[in-house]
């Protein structure tokens, strides 16, 4: 997997790379999909949601650019994988998913594997958490319609924010928006396709 990410999508920074050799794929899937965890694909996850595909992942780290100094806010834990892969990149990792079961099971698999700089809650994800801003890097792991105000106002100057945008919920664009000290410059990165980012700054359900 690591050297299709090298080789195929020239993913360039070590540190991801690293990250993405040292985190188990198959702890953070269902047990009778262990044997895919580390094709090339998303997988079906509990609550109808999905584990990203592990370039999408090593992309959206990539992203951020963030080093052992960063303060990341993750929106859309999931089964946790991608909060694991940022705690191995970055400082600090504050990872928010609103559905409560899949809170709690990214929690406990996250202190299973050791990771303690790392915390995940339950809340809607597209207010962010104020509490530990501002951020130098925010990863939104679902698409909205737009990019949430509460997310750039807690980015730190000099900050990335990484997040699928788009006018329809079945596919979006991944947008960097790096805040200056004179306001934000957006960036596109390509098609994607993630679950909705519902939420206040979101969309207003899942269906």
């Known amino acids: ?73 993750e929106i859309g834990a999931g089964s946790g994988y991608q909060t694991a892969v940022l705690a191995r990149a970055a400082g600090q990792v504050y990872a928010i998913e609103r559905i409560p079961e899949l809170a709690r099971q990214a929690q406990a698999r996250i202190r299973s594997l050791g990771v303690y700089n790392a915390t995940v809650k339950c809340f809607d994800g597209t207010m962010g958490w104020s509490a530990h801003a501002p951020y130098d890097g925010v990863l939104v792991a679902a698409g909205g319609p737009e990019v949430p105000e509460p997310l750039l106002a807690q980015l730190k100057v000099g900050g990335r924010l990484v997040i699928p945008v788009g006018a329809s919920r079945d596919s979006q664009r991944l947008v960097r928006v790096v805040r200056g000290e004179d306001g934000y410059k957006h960036e596109e990165h390509g098609a994607c396709a993630f679950v909705p980012l519902i939420g206040r700054y979101g969309w207003s359900n899942a269906t």
């Open 1 to 73: 997997m690591v050297e299709r990410l090298r080789q195929h999508y020239r993913i360039r920074d070590e540190r991801v790379l690293a990250a993405m050799s040292d985190v188990p794929r198959h702890l953070f899937v269902p047990e009778a999909l262990q044997g895919r965890a580390y094709g090339d694909h998303a997988l079906p996850i509990d609550a109808n949601q999905t584990i990203s595909q592990p370039y999408i992942v090593a992309r959206m780290t990539e992203l951020l650019e963030c080093d052992r100094s960063s303060r990341v806010l």
